[in-house]
């Protein structure tokens, strides 16, 4: 049959793939959903469907002075997290974009490298690392590890926009007398803003859900949110989990919701 006899393929015809589509969305929201619902249960124990409706593990969570610490420190690992791994990233993305560094693509697997390393080794190997030098239960030692695990992010983000940004026109700017920083400032970074936004967002949201480095870093006055979770799921079943996994859920929405709509206005 010729190409202009040929018939698009009917939406029936791709039923199957719409189903298939429809059953793996399902599995991947479904656990999401059950948590949100659960967390509105007046129970004390988890269970679903609720039996009665109640904003009490809400009230719980925002009126303990042990999950508002926790919050409190999550929220500044996060936020610094995101301020040191975004210009870094940033500026690896660039340079192996450039290919004006030795070795670029042993540099790139370098960067990536705790994307593929399994995260118990990494918890492991930091803990042993920072017993030696002392930074165990400080907030410096998990900004350091977290801008390990949200480096790889912003590369990869940063580096997909470059790919897709034509470099002669930095190069313009600067055969007009602009220097490299004037040029990547006013020239490149503007049309870069929405990749190296969403890199930040990533690495926020990396930071403030990461739970099994924080397992063995953190203690003390410096314990995040995520490894007070997991105590609380070890010592006992506390429906206050679901609550706050519940309000993580929304945050994370919330989060790169505004990545696409500063995207849209860009």
Request: net charge neutral; aromatic share 12%; charged share 15%.
């Given at each position: 049959?010729?190409?202009e006899n040929a018939l698009p393929i009917s939406h029936w015809q791709r039923l199957w793939l719409y189903l298939l589509g429809g059953l793996v969305m399902l599995f991947l929201i479904a656990p999401s959903v059950i948590i949100v619902i659960m967390s509105f249960s007046g129970s004390t124990l988890l269970?679903?469907?609720?039996?009665?409706?109640?904003?009490?593990?809400?009230?719980?969570?925002?009126?303990?002075?042990?999950?508002?610490?926790?919050?409190?420190v999550s929220v500044k690992v996060a936020v610094m997290t995101a301020i040191v791994a975004t210009p870094l990233g940033t500026a690896a993305a660039y340079a192996i974009n450039a290919g004006t560094l030795r070795l670029t693509g042993?540099?790139?697997?370098?960067?990536?490298?705790?994307?593929?390393?399994?995260?118990?080794?990494i918890g492991i190997g930091t803990f042993f690392l920072y017993a030696r030098i002392g930074?165990?239960?400080?907030?410096t030692g998990l900004v350091i590890a977290h801008t390990v695990q949200a480096l790889p992010l912003v590369?990869?983000?940063?580096?997909?926009?470059?790919?897709?940004?034509?470099?002669?026109?930095?190069?313009?700017?600067?055969?007009?007398?602009?220097?490299?920083?004037?040029?990547?400032?006013?020239?490149?970074?503007?049309?870069?803003?929405?990749?190296?936004?969403?890199?930040a967002l990533f690495a926020?949201?990396?930071?403030?859900?990461?739970?099994?480095?924080?397992?063995?870093?953190?203690?003390?006055e410096t314990?995040?949110?995520?490894?007070?979770?997991?105590?609380?799921?070890?010592?006992?079943?506390d429906p206050t989990i679901a609550a706050i996994s519940t309000c993580l859920i929304v945050l994370s929405i919330v989060l790169l919701s505004a990545a696409q709509l500063f995207g849209r206005g860009r």
């Open positions: 049959m010729s190409a269970q679903f469907p609720p039996e009665q409706w109640s904003l009490r593990w809400y009230e719980s969570y925002f009126g303990s002075v042990e999950w508002r610490d926790a919050t409190i042993a540099i790139n697997a370098l960067l990536t490298a705790s994307l593929i390393i399994p995260v118990i080794l930074l165990n239960n400080t907030l590369v990869l983000t940063v580096l997909s926009g470059l790919r897709s940004y034509d470099m002669n026109q930095e190069m313009v700017a600067r055969s007009l007398g602009a220097g490299r920083f004037a040029a990547f400032f006013q020239v490149t970074m503007p049309q870069l803003r929405f990749s190296i936004v969403s890199g926020f949201i990396t930071s403030f859900d990461e739970v099994v480095v924080s397992l063995f870093i953190s203690g003390g314990t995040t949110l995520t490894r007070r979770m997991f105590n609380a799921l070890r010592d006992q079943i």
